[in-house]
């Protein structure tokens, strides 16, 4: 079993349109995370749930809203979609610890947008 | 985040050991140094982390000095599949939630 998943894996789509991807992870973590690598394969953390709770929101556009129905899930609306909002966008997941806590990421979703 | 510094690129040759460097003088008493790897087109992976003690896994070695401003990870025998870019990470932690940030990394080639 996948330990993160992400769907979908692809997403080519026009300027404008409204777009989600989903992550699933299946290890009893507590806290999952959205990163976004750009073409020049910096990644950038976006946000952060802990147990469906919001904890990090870094500076990113309003028309993008992450949704945690449960500590399980973390999904990724983004509205009016821009040239610049193409990228590879990670899950991740981890148990909070102090002394151990591992990142585990999904396979990426890459957004196209055209 | 404690500022990690680290090569841009490495080369090393298949069957011998990769020693990949980071700088982290800023690092405090009780942060971790966590060492993670992207293979192209992956997700990241973990590697290994440690505090202040030498640490082996089944991947890897972590050699971090006394004075905890560097460390070193060591892949003891580098195959084609551990071509990637590694990143050497000191989460921030506030309000006992870390924040992981990636920097640039060192590009690993290993070479046949």
């Known amino acids: 079993d996948t330990a993160v998943s992400q769907t979908p894996k692809y997403l080519v789509t026009q300027m404008g349109n409204d777009k989600s991807i989903k992550c699933e992870q299946n290890?009893?973590?507590?806290?999952m995370y959205w990163y976004k690598q750009d073409s020049k394969k910096f990644l950038k953390i976006m946000f952060s749930y802990n147990n469906k709770e919001l904890i990090i929101n870094e500076t990113v556009p309003n028309r993008f809203s992450p949704k945690s129905p449960d500590k399980a899930h973390l999904n990724l609306h983004i509205n009016s979609l821009e040239l610049g909002d193409s990228a590879v966008y990670f899950c991740a997941s981890s148990q909070r610890t102090v002394s151990n806590e591992k990142l585990f990421f999904g396979s990426g979703t890459q957004l196209s947008v055209l | 985040d404690a500022k990690t510094t680290q090569p841009t690129s490495m080369d090393c040759a298949e069957g011998r050991a990769a020693n990949l460097p980071c700088n982290h003088s800023t690092i405090s008493g009780n942060e971790y140094v966590y060492w993670y790897r992207q293979i192209h087109s992956q997700g990241p992976q973990y590697i290994i982390h440690g505090l202040k003690n030498n640490e082996t896994n089944e991947m890897a070695s972590l050699i971090i000095t006394e004075d905890r401003k560097s460390s070193t990870l060591i892949l003891p025998h580098a195959t084609l599949r551990d071509t990637a870019v590694y990143y050497c990470i000191v989460p921030k932690r506030s309000g006992g939630y870390q924040k992981v940030t990636f920097g640039t990394g060192t590009k690993l080639q290993v070479i046949p």
């Open positions: 290890l009893g973590h507590d806290t």
